[in-house]
């Protein structure tokens, strides 16, 4: 059965709890028949907000809400699981899209209706920070590689929608993120880190789209049909991520030679085709080590590593702490 909720629901027999730690932070919690939820926000200088959703559903929900019509800006990281949203009829958005695990993203939809679709017995985490175009105009100085989007929001911050998927989350972002969901300190100090960690995040973002802009436009030099080849290569690796094909098999079997996958990988995507698969493979044991009681052993094995040892030590250098560590979190 799917459960459908609204922003103004009357949650009835649910059972709903708000603490108000202080004037700017709090704690909404929900706990149903059919799962739990819970959203702990943070008021930061220069309108910035942060917010730390968790949730997790026995049954299929969708959740309808309704943005108001100010220019905010919404950069969401997903830390595991992820949701399924459709936005009927509006101009320059996709009628339907995926936000998933270890993606980052960037959106402005104004005046927007729109159904998130969350699966069942899946955990999802996000962190999330709302700010607006003229946070950008408080920093002296010019920006250099800013995407074009931002550029036209900063100068002029009308009603403008999109949504900008931004590839993976870097090991940079998942250290910031680390240590937002552990921040050490209480009140005034609380308050003062999490600005500077919600920052630094912004700023990792921003740049990523800035590189991802200058990275498309360097992969120009490749004709459309070998731009499709890649994507097709890309479609590959996900189906056949426990064993995927070797670099000469897999050019040949999108009819490109090694050295054009190699390069086109790169500039297309950011980065190399083995690094991609290495990324997929931590990605998804990041979500077997939340969402089963596999051994941390047949995890790596299950992802295509045979070595648990070397499985761990490229876990902490992607993630910044141990699959251990990662199973036994200290935030939420």
């Given at each position: 059965?799917?459960?459908?909720?609204?922003?103004?629901?009357?949650?009835?027999?649910?059972?709903?709890?708000?603490?108000?730690?202080?004037?700017?932070?709090?704690?909404?919690?929900?706990?149903?028949?059919?799962?739990?939820?819970?959203?702990?926000?943070?008021?930061?200088?220069?309108?910035?907000?942060?917010?730390?959703?968790?949730?997790?559903?026995?049954?299929?929900?969708?959740?309808?809400?309704?943005?108001?019509?100010?220019?905010?800006?919404?950069?969401?990281?997903?830390?595991?699981?992820?949701?399924?949203?459709?936005?009927?009829?509006?101009?320059g958005?996709?009628?339907?899209?995926?936000?998933?695990?270890?993606?980052?993203?960037?959106?402005?939809?104004?005046?927007?209706?729109?159904f998130?679709?969350?699966?069942?017995?899946?955990?999802?985490?996000?962190?999330?920070?709302?700010?607006?175009?003229?946070?950008?105009?408080?920093?002296?100085?010019?920006?250099?590689?800013?995407?074009?989007?931002?550029?036209?929001l900063?100068?002029?911050?009308?009603?403008?929608?999109?949504?900008?998927?931004?590839?993976?989350?870097?090991?940079?972002?998942?250290l910031?993120?680390?240590?937002?969901?552990?921040?050490?300190?209480?009140?005034k100090?609380?308050?003062?880190?999490?600005?500077?960690?919600?920052?630094?995040?912004?700023?990792?973002?921003?740049?990523?789209?800035?590189?991802?802009?200058?990275?498309?436009?360097?992969?120009?030099?490749?004709?459309?049909?070998e731009?499709?080849?890649?994507?097709?290569?890309?479609?590959?690796?996900?189906?056949?991520?426990?064993?995927?094909?070797?670099?000469?098999?897999?050019?040949?079997?999108?009819?490109?030679?090694?050295?054009?996958?190699?390069?086109?990988?790169?500039?297309?995507?950011?980065?190399?085709?083995?690094?991609?698969?290495?990324?997929?493979?931590?990605?998804?044991?990041?979500?077997?080590?939340?969402?089963?009681?596999?051994?941390?052993?047949?995890?790596?094995?299950?992802?295509?590593?045979?070595?648990?040892?070397?499985?761990?030590?490229?876990?902490?250098?992607?993630?910044?702490?141990?699959?251990?560590?990662?199973?036994?979190?200290?935030?939420?």
């Amino acid at each position: 059965m799917t459960i459908r909720l609204t922003g103004t629901e009357d949650f009835g027999e649910f059972c709903q709890d708000v603490q108000l730690f202080n004037d700017y932070e709090g704690k909404e919690q929900l706990s149903t028949w059919f799962g739990k939820y819970s959203f702990h926000w943070t008021g930061l200088r220069h309108n910035l907000g942060l917010g730390i959703h968790n949730n997790e559903y026995s049954q299929p929900v969708i959740f309808e809400q309704k943005h108001d019509d100010s220019p905010l800006l919404t950069s969401k990281f997903f830390l595991s699981s992820g949701v399924r949203t459709v936005t009927p009829n509006v101009p320059g958005v996709s009628d339907d899209y995926e936000e998933v695990a270890g993606y980052n993203y960037l959106f402005c939809l104004p005046d927007v209706r729109e159904f998130e679709h969350f699966n069942a017995n899946k955990r999802t985490e996000c962190i999330s920070i709302y700010w607006y175009p003229d946070l950008l105009d408080s920093f002296q100085g010019s920006f250099e590689q800013l995407p074009t989007l931002l550029e036209q929001l900063r100068e002029n911050p009308i009603k403008e929608r999109f949504h900008q998927p931004l590839e993976a989350t870097t090991p940079a972002m998942w250290l910031v993120l680390k240590q937002i969901l552990q921040c050490p300190f209480r009140e005034k100090l609380r308050q003062m880190y999490l600005e500077a960690k919600v920052l630094e995040l912004l700023t990792l973002q921003i740049a990523q789209w800035g590189e991802n802009h200058h990275l498309l436009q360097r992969s120009l030099y490749f004709r459309a049909d070998e731009i499709e080849r890649l994507h097709h290569a890309k479609a590959i690796l996900n189906q056949r991520l426990p064993h995927p094909p070797s670099l000469l098999n897999l050019a040949k079997e999108i009819g490109l030679n090694d050295f054009k996958l190699k390069r086109g990988f790169r500039e297309v995507f950011g980065t190399t085709v083995l690094g991609y698969v290495q990324s997929l493979r931590l990605e998804q044991a990041k979500q077997l080590l939340r969402g089963t009681n596999l051994l941390i052993a047949q995890i790596a094995y299950q992802v295509g590593y045979e070595s648990t040892s070397h499985f761990s030590y490229l876990f902490k250098r992607q993630f910044g702490m141990t699959p251990r560590e990662y199973r036994q979190p200290k935030g939420l």
